[in-house]
C-alpha cells in the first residue's frame, strides 16, 4: 500500500511539534544552571575586567585608567612578595599532592575493616572546616604549643622554634597543613582508579618476580598516569588560590612585614573594608587569572603529548 503525498505531509505536521520540543526540553534542564553560572560567575568576572582598568573603591565607582592599576602593581613589593609566596607554594605542595596520596591509596586499597578505619581515618581532615584546622595547627606550633614542648622534652631544640613568626617556617608550615588536609581528598579520587587496573596485571608482575617498589613503579603508577594529570590540575589551582591556611596561622596578618602574604590575600586586603581598592584588586584578581589560565593550559599540553608518545 503506497502513502498519497497528503497523508505524508500529515504525518510530518504531527511529528514536527514532538521533534521540536524535544529540541528544547534539554535546554530547559539546562537553564537553571546556565542562570547561576551566568549572574554569579560570567557578571563577576565581566565586573572584575571592567574594574581592574578603573580608579573605582568601595565607596565610588572611579573612573577609566588604563592600565595604571598594572604599572602600580608591577612597582608595588607586596604584589612581588605575594606572587612569590603564591609560586613557591604551587612548587612544593603540588609534587607531595600528586605521589603521597598515591602512596596512601596503595597502601589502604585492600579490603577489611581495619583498611576501612584507617581510610576513614585519613579522611576526616578533608571534611573539617579549614578555620578549625588552622585553630588547632595554630595551638600546637606556637611556641608554647604541644610540637615545641614534644622537641623540647626529646631536647631536639634548646629554644622553641619559631614555626609562627618566621617567614620561611611560616610558609611551610602553612604548606604541612595544606598537604596534611588534602591527603584523604585525593586518596579517595586514587582509589576509584586504582579499582580500574586489572588485576592479572599484578599478577603477572609477581610471576615474574617483582617486588612492592617495583610493582608499584612499572604497574599502579602507569594505570593511573591520567588521574595523576587530573590531581594536578587541581592542586595547582589549590595551591595557588591558598588562603584559609595562611590567613588563620598567622591571624590575618600575612606574617611579620606581610612577609607570607599570598596572592588571594593581597586581593582580599586590597578589595575589602572601607579603604578598599577595588580597582586595583580587579586587576591582581585579573593578573591571577591569566597565570592560573597558563598554568591549567601548560599542564593539559603536556597531558597530551604524554598521551601521543
Not at 571592567?50 to 602600580?72: P, Q
Not at 585492600?110 to 576526616?124: E, K, N, S, V
Request: hydrophobic letters at 50%; proline letters at 4%.
Amino acid at each position: 500500500m503506497t502513502i498519497s503525498a497528503h497523508q505524508r505531509r500529515l504525518r510530518q505536521e504531527d511529528t514536527a511539534p514532538a521533534t521540536h520540543r524535544w529540541r528544547v526540553t534539554p535546554w530547559l534542564f539546562l537553564l537553571p544552571a546556565l542562570a547561576v553560572i551566568v549572574l554569579l560567575v560570567l557578571v563577576p568576572f565581566l565586573n572584575t575586567l571592567r574594574l581592574a582598568f578603573t580608579d573605582s573603591t568601595l565607596l565610588r565607582s572611579g573612573e577609566f585608567t588604563g592600565w595604571d592599576n598594572f604599572r602600580r602593581m608591577f612597582a608595588d613589593e607586596r604584589f612581588g612578595t605575594a606572587l612569590l609566596n603564591s609560586t613557591l607554594y604551587t612548587v612544593c605542595v603540588v609534587p607531595l599532592m600528586v605521589a603521597l596520596p598515591l602512596v596512601l591509596a596503595s597502601l589502604l586499597s585492600g579490603a577489611g575493616r581495619l583498611m576501612g578505619f584507617f581510610r576513614t581515618t585519613m579522611y576526616l581532615p578533608v571534611i573539617m572546616s579549614p578555620v578549625v584546622v588552622g585553630l588547632i595547627w595554630t595551638n600546637m606550633l606556637d611556641k608554647r604549643g604541644l610540637v615545641n614542648e614534644l622537641l623540647g622534652t626529646l631536647k631536639a631544640v634548646a629554644e622553641p622554634v619559631p614555626f609562627l613568626t618566621d617567614r620561611w617556617l611560616l610558609l611551610f608550615s602553612a604548606m604541612f597543613v595544606t598537604v596534611w588536609m588534602g591527603l584523604g581528598y585525593y586518596m579517595v579520587i586514587y582509589l576509584a582508579a586504582l579499582a580500574n587496573i586489572d588485576p592479572s596485571l599484578y599478577d603477572a608482575a609477581a610471576m615474574d618476580g617483582a617486588g612492592p617498589v617495583r610493582t608499584f613503579l612499572n604497574v599502579t603508577v602507569p594505570g593511573v598516569r591520567s588521574t595523576m594529570g587530573l590531581i594536578g590540575v587541581l592542586s595547582s589551582v589549590a595551591a595557588f588560590r591558598v588562603f584559609g591556611e595562611i590567613y588563620v596561622l598567622t591571624d590575618g596578618t600575612g606574617g611579620v612585614g606581610g612577609g607570607d602574604l599570598t596572592m588571594t590575600m593581597l586581593i582580599q586586603r586590597e578589595g575589602t573594608g572601607l579603604q578598599a581598592r577595588t580597582g586595583y584588586a580587579g586587576a591582581i584578581s585579573l593578573v591571577m587569572f591569566v597565570i592560573l589560565g597558563g598554568l591549567l593550559i601548560a599542564q593539559l599540553v603536556l597531558q597530551r603529548r604524554q598521551r601521543t608518545s
